[in-house]
């Protein structure tokens, strides 16, 4: 039996990143999840993206919050899956096998996964492989 995941994405005034967000997770090639879009009652055409694409979002809401804690436990109490991934507006899976790339694969899934990832901007990259090091430096 394949896992039920539980995509939340966190939205706040990225209607670009939004739309890039939906787009990936619409491709995705395993189906055996429900997506949930937060926002926290965004101005810049968010709401109309949310709309556009209705028949692929199982839950959305818009009304203001106090910030994306308070947006993720939103969509933490909305999350009905076994599994829980928040992607935020702006983050894309790496390609149309990502999601079954893992949770086909029973041997991967834990209490906790994180997903490596390489981001550019302007000139600093982050390593495309992540170590509990990095974690510790990036919070000092």
Known sequence: MQPFLSIVTIN??????????????????????????????????????????????NYSISEPDTGIYNAMNKGI????GEYLLFLNSGDVLNG??????????????????YGDYKFEKGEKVYPEYLTPLFFVRSSL
């Open 77 to 80: 109490k909305a999350a009905s």
């Open 12 to 57: 706040y005034n990225n209607c670009i990143g939004l739309e890039k967000t939906i787009a990936s997770v619409i491709s995705q090639n395993y189906r055996n999840f429900e997506f949930l879009v937060i926002d926290g009652d965004s101005t810049d055409g968010s709401k109309a993206i949310v709309a556009k694409n209705k028949d692929r979002i």
């Open 96 to 113: 149309v096998i990502a999601l079954e790339s893992f949770i086909l694969h029973p041997d991967f899934l834990g209490d906790i996964i």
